[in-house]
């Protein structure tokens, strides 16, 4: 099963490496991991994305919440929550059939050289997968870059 899990923890050299390693210590890759600092500088927001047996991940979690540098930790795989994925891609073909899947999937132009047109989407990681596969069917993707998930537990249901 998938598992998205948001970790904040102090912002501090070795902090990231310690969480990261005892997952990996445990057998599970991490899909996607995102770590950026919150509105307190002293403290940042992890985000791993793994799949793995519900009970595993729960017991890692639990023992995630004894490391010194973590502050909260949430598995927001079942709260409502919100999650955003930004892809940059190098697409090269035609202007006019890249425009049009632009238009379609609400992407943007950063810039163009020739045939060679960098665009910008952001989405829910499905929706960063579909605009993918269709610049693909238009044109060449020559490269890309994806930033891995982002989330935040919706205002609606969050404790504060």
Excluded: W
Aim: charged share 30%.
């Amino acid at each position: 099963m998938r598992h998205l899990i948001s970790i904040l923890l102090q912002n501090e050299a070795g902090a990231l490496a310690r969480v990261a390693g005892l997952f990996a210590s445990r057998g599970y890759n991490i899909e996607s991991l995102t770590v950026a600092a919150t509105p307190d500088a002293e403290v940042s927001r992890l985000t791993l994305v793994i799949f793995g047996d519900d009970g595993v991940v729960d017991q890692i979690i639990k023992q995630s919440r004894k490391l010194v540098d973590v502050i909260d930790i949430a598995e927001l795989t079942r709260r409502e929550h919100v999650e955003r994925e930004l892809l940059v891609a190098r697409v090269d073909g035609a202007h006019d059939r890249i425009d049009a899947c632009i238009a379609q999937h609400g992407a943007r132009v950063l810039e163009r050289h020739g045939t060679n047109t960098l665009v910008e989407f952001t989405g829910r990681p499905d929706e960063v997968d579909r605009c993918l596969d269709a610049f693909a069917r238009i044109g060449e993707v020559s490269d890309h870059a994806r930033s891995g998930i982002a989330a935040l537990e919706r205002a609606s249901v969050a404790v504060v």
